[in-house]
């Protein structure tokens, strides 16, 4: 006899799954991670300095011990180290906006199994100029993006590196600018994306005081020219699995135009391993760029490989980072 029979607890789990993402999200909306990382630590507490009902705030508390984002010690609870690291505001690696738009975006995915059937959703979100989609999704997603541009630059030693260029192709946030200049006050860098984007873009890297390095290019980059041997690194994060195989080698031929002699392309994406037999994130992924997209989809290595060749670079490595996303260095 089998004495470790299937149990339905994962099914039941995953089933739920929008549940979770449920209470993450509204719990992000009324900043209830701020509030106890301030301080706060009863359900009462929570509800008078967030404005909810008490009834409320103690089933949200109920629902976030349940799934191991906040601690209950003797009556009082506190926020794990993983929610105070992510999920408080106002720290660089904040997840919290990106909680609240995967919230918003949940009554899509009721369309999944007839886009599975079909093959392609009846519109790209991802092809339009003045998609309101982007200027929801660019700032929440600029925080995963910090830990994996620091990760870059110190491979790349750019702090080191004196009077760079960089071009960043669908930059959004400017969040690669943001830090690279921050770390290379000699560093100079151009984002190409769309114009309301890179409205937002010049607003954030103005912030971080880098404004006067930092210049934007408003199009499509299907279409818009890079230059020609003027940059030495560009940057394609998070853009690959929007786009099919045609226009990825298409693009990254235009980026081998772009840099100069021993310039360097740097990827980031979420990467599925040549057999198809994970990571997990990046595997189920791909079903996100099914509903939101015609070609997308998560790549494998070899198909950056073989693309990143036909486009003219020679040398090409990976680095996996702490997030779901590889990083692909390729000269
Ligand atoms: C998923 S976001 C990635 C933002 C940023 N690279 C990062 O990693 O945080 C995709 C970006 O590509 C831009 N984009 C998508 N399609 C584009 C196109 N055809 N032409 C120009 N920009 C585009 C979007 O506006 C958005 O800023």
Redesign the pocket.
């Given at each position: 006899m089998n004495s470790n029979p299937p149990r339905p607890d994962r099914i039941m789990q995953v089933a739920t799954g929008g549940w979770a993402a449920g209470i993450l999200g509204a719990a992000a909306s009324h900043s209830l991670f701020t509030h106890l990382e301030a301080g706060a630590d009863t359900a009462d507490q929570l509800a008078a300095q967030a404005g909810i009902s008490g009834r409320g705030a103690q089933i949200l508390l109920d629902g976030l011990v349940g799934l191991g984002l906040v601690e209950l010690r003797d009556g009082n609870y506190r926020n794990t180290a993983e929610a105070a690291t992510f999920l408080v505001e106002g720290q660089p690696a904040c997840l919290s906006g990106f909680t609240k738009l995967k919230l918003a975006e949940i009554g899509q995915w009721v369309t999944l199994p007839d886009v599975v059937r079909t093959g392609a959703p009846m519109t790209d979100a991802?092809?339009e100029v003045a998609n309101p989609f982007?200027e929801e999704?660019?700032p929440a997603?600029?925080a995963q993006?910090v830990p994996v541009a620091m990760i870059a630059a110190d491979t790349l030693r750019l702090a080191e590196a004196g009077e760079i260029s960089i071009l960043d192709v669908?930059?959004?946030?400017g969040?690669y600018s943001s830090i690279w200049l921050g770390l290379n006050p000699a560093a100079r860098s151009t984002q190409?994306?769309?114009g309301p984007?890179n409205a937002i873009a010049r607003r954030l890297v103005a912030e971080r005081g880098a404004a006067d390095r930092f210049t934007c290019i408003d199009?499509?980059?299907?279409t818009t020219d890079f230059g020609t041997a003027a940059y030495d690194i560009g940057v394609y994060?998070?853009?690959a699995h929007?786009e099919g195989p045609e226009d990825n080698v298409a693009i990254f031929a235009k980026f081998r135009g772009a840099l100069k002699p021993g310039g360097t392309l740097v990827i980031?994406d979420y990467i599925v391993d040549d057999d198809r037999s994970g990571p997990p994130f990046p595997l189920i992924f791909a079903s996100a760029m099914l509903l939101k997209t015609k070609q997308g989809r998560t790549w494998r290595r070899a198909d950056y490989h073989a693309w990143l060749a036909k486009a003219g670079f020679e040398d090409v490595s990976f680095q996996p980072t702490p997030s779901p996303t590889t990083l692909v260095f390729a000269r």
């Open positions: 991802t092809v982007w999704l660019v997603l600029a993006s669908g930059g959004g946030s969040i190409l994306d769309w984007v199009g499509d980059f299907h994060s998070h853009i929007q980031n």
